[in-house]
């Protein structure tokens, strides 16, 4: 059975920082790119960022440039989103995803003003 575990998620003053991990099991890890997903109360889901089973990384959009970073480490089948100068903006459920099939359940994040 594939899973994946987000974790690392809360509450956090506008500034902060974050780090979220995916944990992932029952999959040739290293042969998944994986991507971070989140959620906003009442919007669709969002790509922001996914790192290829080499490690290249891709920005789905400008909302998180330069603030968030992906990395991966393939010996823990965990990736990182590590999340710099959070906004309010930036609450939501974030999600990890093995592209194209599997998703995560999410972790909450909640950025106070």
């Known amino acids: 059975e594939v899973q994946l575990v987000e974790s690392g998620g809360g509450l956090v003053q506008a500034g902060g920082s974050l780090r979220l991990s995916c944990a992932a099991s029952g999959l040739p890890f290293d042969d998944y790119a994986i991507g971070w997903f989140r959620q906003a109360p009442g919007q669709e889901r969002e790509g922001l960022l996914c790192i290829s089973s080499s490690e290249g990384s891709t920005n789905y959009g400008d909302s998180v440039k330069g603030r968030f970073t992906i990395s991966r480490d393939n010996a823990k089948n965990t990736v990182y989103l590590q999340m710099n100068s959070l906004k309010p903006e930036d609450t939501g459920v974030y999600y990890c995803?093995?592209?194209?099939?599997?998703w995560g359940q999410g972790t909450q994040v909640t950025v106070s003003s």
């Open positions: 995803y093995a592209a194209v099939a599997y």
